[in-house]
């Protein structure tokens, strides 16, 4: 690497590390704005977060009025936030990927593969759940 590289990767990687090395509430706050732009990014773009949302809300909402106990409504509350966990992290697989490469390349293929089916799995295992509490 010549000394042009050098100096172009530290003046990029300054504000980052600038931004990390800070601790306190300040940034405590940054990172809540950094979480709130997240939330309103997916909100915006990914039309699965928005659907699992949506159908998200109104389960919690049933957890906290019919849950047979506390333990089993906590269980059902976590199934759901889950959900939206996996979706979010696939989101953000997907858009690295999209970021990385215009192209299909296999490997960016099967990330996206695979963070799909983390989603898949956690669909299942709220299904469960749900069933699993409800069922008569």
């Known amino acids: 690497m010549n000394s042009i590289d050098h100096r172009a990767d530290n003046i990029l990687a300054t504000p980052a590390a600038k931004l990390k090395s800070s601790g306190g509430l300040g940034r ?4 809540f704005g950094y979480s709130a732009r997240g939330f309103a990014a997916a909100w915006r773009v ?7 949302v949506v159908l998200g809300i109104p389960l919690i909402l ?5 849950a047979p106990d506390r333990w089993q409504g906590l269980l ?11 979706e979010l992290i696939n ?8 970021a990385v490469s215009g192209e299909i390349h296999p490997l960016l293929g099967r ?3 695979i963070g799909s089916a983390a989603v ?8 469960v759940v749900w069933v699993t509490v409800f069922w008569p």
């Open 28 to 31: 405590l706050w940054r990172a």
């Open 46 to 52: 990914e039309a699965a977060f928005r659907q699992e």
């Open 62 to 66: 049933i957890a906290l009025a019919w």
């Open 76 to 86: 059902l509350i976590a199934s759901v936030l889950q959900v939206w966990l996996i």
């Open 91 to 98: 989101s953000a697989i997907e858009a690295l990927a999209d």
């Open 111 to 113: 990330a996206k593969d």
């Open 120 to 127: 898949a799995i956690s669909l299942s295992l709220a299904t």
